[in-house]
């Protein structure tokens, strides 16, 4: 296992969400610190640490740890997170691992210890099964990958961020050892022992099995690798996506052939062969261990070389590597084919059910008075624009969204617009001259300074003036047919920066900042004044309020709110200002307040039916509407569904609007 250093980066307590952590910035090589406290949603992957000593324990027993320390973001390892495997004896990364429950402490609380008699030094530890056996790399080979994680010539960062993570997995996936053509072996789901479990199973010897079947024995004595699924307090399929390739003749030529190889090398260790066929004699047995763990018990019939045969052989045998590796190229471009004909007949699928609600709207009643469960294109059945919104980017659960939708609550419509140049969340939004423009914002690992305008009339994007710089969870608004850009950050620090866009220079010029550092803002435009409330100022989260008059050409501080809050919504309804929802810095709340600037105070008003922050808000034909967002710092199954409709005099009410679906961190605005 490797050894951790003592931790020299400034976390902030709040625990929601990760991309509003901001932290001091000394996150470089001369600043010592053995840690690069990626949040969540930064963290692409991990490297663990062994040596010769203790890499057949992690393999036979799928489980990988280090230094207590480290726990600092082995708790942000999620389930499927990708993970890699570094032997300091040997400088060889081994991979590509995934994590098979979330990172915690003490999983086993006396792994790699010689008898069990005393605790782990390594109790940061994580699960984990095969994802893709690889060929191991030596690190002059990925060394250059993650050359920024080098804090001195033989230490470096087990952090990986996204790209560096995308990188690695593509150098290992070019040394991928080939599936046979039997599938992998499936256990069913197991459950990790507590701690006295633990003592209890260490002090039989791992040999025998907890009677009610919860926990799984230990590795046979041939040293085989099971296919460990923990349930780790949370339930999840077990791994079996592995695919086998046409007629399965060429895997079994390609084992063949790798077995030729071997037993050769056995005979005379000088042979080798292309492509890395051949595994260093010092690595052998590891490759072998992660071998096991996706080889059925039904091996096919190998092909054995006798030191006599014809050294001709070798030729014959960097021919078929030849013919394996066309095979491969000419596989990932059917594939590569194949994807795109999906993506054009999910378009064409989309064009034909929005024509076919064209079509049942004219013979349906139901449809044009308002059916809850209508779809397709609203669009061509009412062409005012006063009765949809847009809804911009954000995320689904899924993946991160590029998408533009304009959606009619009052028919639960949705229509698929031409979507943004590249996936946008964390954005902000703001109309000028009739146009929508979308601003900053990131894909969950990266921030943009880019700006995009969307044209309604003829359904196109066009990219308008970058901002200064990269931020994202940034405010906007216009006045005086001026677009401003308020605060955001990077992930690492809060700005109070304001950008005005100029389309007559052409340019984003910096202009009069606010009183605070805001992230995770709310802004909105009323009566000529901009709002700024609430957010994150790298340390807490905020109750102030500010305004800007651009004739004073100045920022003054307001009334501040009861509750301090980020990542909320805020819209104007007849005249006055509504904070809804958000991150108070320990919870979402479901909270309302109400800023009337003729009285100049807030005051409390109903609150929704459910906690929700990042979520979508805008006003149509006088109702509210506040559209997903997430219950929690966690994505996935804490995404809300739910819209709520606010009517002044009647309240929140709840409906059934289904149409959109999970989202969160989308923007929505109404032309």
């Given at each position: ?82 993970l890699f495997l570094f032997n300091y004896s040997t400088r060889r990364l081994h991979g590509i691992f995934e994590a098979a429950c979330p990172g915690k402490l003490n999983i086993n609380p006396y792994g790699w210890t010689s008898d069990g008699s005393e605790r782990t030094s390594y109790p940061a530890q994580v699960q984990i099964r095969l994802r893709l056996h690889c060929q191991s790399l030596h690190e002059e080979q990925f060394k250059p990958i993650i050359w920024d994680n080098y804090y001195n010539l033989k230490h470096f960062w087990f952090e ?67 296919a460990l699924d923990v349930d780790c307090n949370q339930s999840y399929e077990t791994y079996s996506d592995r695919r086998t390739i046409e007629e399965s003749e060429k895997d079994l030529i390609y084992m063949k052939l790798k077995e030729m190889a071997l037993n050769r090398e056995r005979f005379d260790p000088s042979l080798t062969v292309d492509n890395n066929v051949v595994i260093d004699g010092e690595n052998l047995k590891q490759e072998r261990l992660l071998e096991k763990q996706i080889i059925s018990e039904e091996k096919p019939e190998i092909i ?368």
């Amino acid at each position: 296992m490797g050894a951790g250093r003592t931790q020299n980066f400034i976390l902030k307590d709040n625990k929601f969400p990760e991309q509003n952590q901001a932290v001091s910035p000394k996150s470089n090589k001369a600043f010592n610190s053995s840690f690069r406290n990626l949040g969540k949603s930064q963290l692409g992957g991990v490297i663990f640490g062994c040596k010769t000593a203790t890499i057949d324990e992690c393999l036979n027993n799928q489980l990988f740890g280090l230094p207590g320390p480290h726990i600092s973001y082995v708790k942000n390892i999620d389930l499927g997170l990708p993970l890699f495997l570094f032997n300091y004896s040997t400088r060889r990364l081994h991979g590509i691992f995934e994590a098979a429950c979330p990172g915690k402490l003490n999983i086993n609380p006396y792994g790699w210890t010689s008898d069990g008699s005393e605790r782990t030094s390594y109790p940061a530890q994580v699960q984990i099964r095969l994802r893709l056996h690889c060929q191991s790399l030596h690190e002059e080979q990925f060394k250059p990958i993650i050359w920024d994680n080098y804090y001195n010539l033989k230490h470096f960062w087990f952090e990986l961020d996204h790209a560096q993570t995308d990188r690695l997995i593509s150098l290992l996936s070019s040394v991928v050892i080939a599936p046979t053509t039997s599938a992998p072996k499936l256990t069913k789901e197991r459950k990790i022992p507590s701690t006295s479990q633990w003592r209890e199973l260490k002090s039989e010897g791992f040999d025998t099995a907890v009677s009610n079947g919860d926990f799984a024995p230990s590795s046979s004595s041939n040293g085989s690798l099971d296919a460990l699924d923990v349930d780790c307090n949370q339930s999840y399929e077990t791994y079996s996506d592995r695919r086998t390739i046409e007629e399965s003749e060429k895997d079994l030529i390609y084992m063949k052939l790798k077995e030729m190889a071997l037993n050769r090398e056995r005979f005379d260790p000088s042979l080798t062969v292309d492509n890395n066929v051949v595994i260093d004699g010092e690595n052998l047995k590891q490759e072998r261990l992660l071998e096991k763990q996706i080889i059925s018990e039904e091996k096919p019939e190998i092909i054995s070389v006798k030191s006599t045969d014809d050294p001709s052989g070798i030729a014959q045998l960097k021919k078929r590597m030849e013919e394996f590796d066309a095979f491969k190229t000419e596989q990932s471009r059917k594939m590569e084919y194949l994807q795109q004909k999906l993506l054009e007949a999910e378009t064409e699928i989309q064009l034909l059910k929005d024509r076919c609600m064209v079509l049942e709207s004219r013979s349906n009643p139901d449809v044009a008075n308002g059916d809850k469960t209508a779809s397709g294109n609203f669009t061509e059945l009412n062409s005012d624009i006063n009765e949809f919104m847009y809804l911009i980017g954000g995320y689904d659960g899924t993946q991160w969204l590029s998408a533009l939708d304009s959606y009619s609550p009052s028919l639960d419509t949705v229509k698929s617009l031409k979507p943004m140049n590249s996936a946008r969340s964390y954005a902000s939004v703001a109309r000028l001259n009739g146009e929508i423009y979308v601003f900053g914002g990131g894909n969950g690992s990266l921030w943009y300074d880019t700006v995009e305008a969307y044209h309604p009339d003829n359904n196109t994007w066009t990219s308008r003036p970058s901002l200064n710089r990269v931020k994202g969870s940034l405010a906007g608004a216009t006045v005086n047919n001026k677009l401003f850009a308020l605060g955001g950050g990077n992930g690492h620090e809060s700005f109070s920066d304001v950008e005005m866009l100029d389309l007559d220079v052409g340019r984003w010029i910096p202009t009069q900042s606010m009183l605070h550092k805001r992230f995770a803002l709310a802004a909105v435009e009323h009566n000529g004044a901009i709002y700024a409330v609430g957010g994150f100022d790298g340390k807490s989260y905020l109750k102030s309020v500010e305004r800007f008059d651009p004739r004073e050409h100045s920022w003054t501080r307001i009334a501040s709110m009861n509750t301090q809050r980020g990542c909320h919504s805020l819209t104007v309804m007849n005249e006055k200002l509504y904070a809804l929802g958000g991150y108070d810095g320990k919870e979402m709340v479901s909270s309302v307040e109400i800023f009337d600037p003729r009285i100049g105070s807030w005051m409390t008003g109903e609150p929704m039916s459910e906690q929700r922050g990042y979520a979508a808000a805008a006003v149509l034909k006088g109702s509210m509407y506040i559209i997903g967002g997430v219950v929690s710092g966690e994505c996935g199954d804490n995404i809300i569904e739910t819209i709520e409709c606010y009517k002044e005099g009647q309240g929140w009410q709840s409906t059934n609007l289904k149409a959109i679906g999970r989202r969160c961190f989308a923007s929505a605005i109404v032309l």
